[in-house]
T-cell receptor
């Protein structure tokens, strides 16, 4: 059974700081990994999708990497802004299931 | 502006009542997921449809929950009878399968917040 873990559970940083969120998964036989953002009371917004054949994806200030063999992914946020404050979740697709981590709650302080 | 639409956004009901939540997936998407989110359990997969056929509903309490796709533009999740422990936010998500057992980018609706008193 696939298990997804995100560390840290919560992170508070000053505005402008670069930061890294971590995601690990137990079964490396995945098809893809997706990073989401969730604002309070809202649904999940897709940020980046990395296929199993890829090693990284970039969108603006976000960069996600994938190391299938070690079962790890990182989400790098450059020059963080207060508007980046949200919960970030990673999810892996393996078999017919998409398994989510518990999320990292990020607070960027002005 | 393609998006997943869920109704109702909020529902308060009494224990024992029937609750039906609806989802309109993005046009052209052939996979639909129902998730439940609570503080304690996080995101739990309830059911998964591909081309309107249920592929995985092992996460759903069978005695009271049922999920269907009457057509490609509508997915429903029904709870009968509802219980206080069903209180949660229920999300619908849709995507496009690419290749065998591979799901492309997943798009979520805003969720239906259910409170059962």
């Amino acid at each position: 059974k696939q298990e997804v873990t995100q560390i840290p559970a919560a992170l508070s940083v000053p505005e402008g700081e670069n930061l890294v969120l971590n995601c690990s998964f137990t079964d490396s036989a995945i098809y893809n990994l997706q990073w989401f953002r969730q604002d309070p009371g809202k649904g999940l917004t897709s940020l980046l999708l990395i296929q199993s054949s890829q090693r990284e994806q970039t969108s603006g200030r976000l960069n996600a990497s994938l190391d299938k063999s070690s079962g790890r992914s990182t989400l790098y946020i450059a020059a963080s802004q207060p508007g980046d404050s949200a919960t970030y979740l990673c999810a892996v697709t393996s078999g017919s299931r998409l398994t989510f981590g518990e999320g990292t709650q990020l607070t960027v302080n002005p | 502006d393609a998006r997943v639409t869920q109704t109702p956004r909020h529902k308060v009901t009494e224990m024992g009542q029937e609750v039906t939540m609806r989802c309109q997936p993005i046009l052209g998407h052939n996979t639909v997921f129902w998730y439940r989110q609570t503080m304690m359990q996080g995101l739990e997969l309830l059911a998964y449809f591909r081309n309107r056929a249920p592929l995985d509903d092992s996460g759903m309490p069978k005695d009271r929950f049922s999920a269907e796709m009457p057509d490609a533009t509508l997915a429903t999740l029904k709870i009968q009878p509802s219980e206080p422990r069903d209180s949660a936010v229920y999300f619908c998500a849709s995507g496009l399968v690419i290749g065998t057992e591979s799901t492309g980018e997943l798009f979520f609706g805003e969720g239906s917040r259910l409170t059962v008193l």
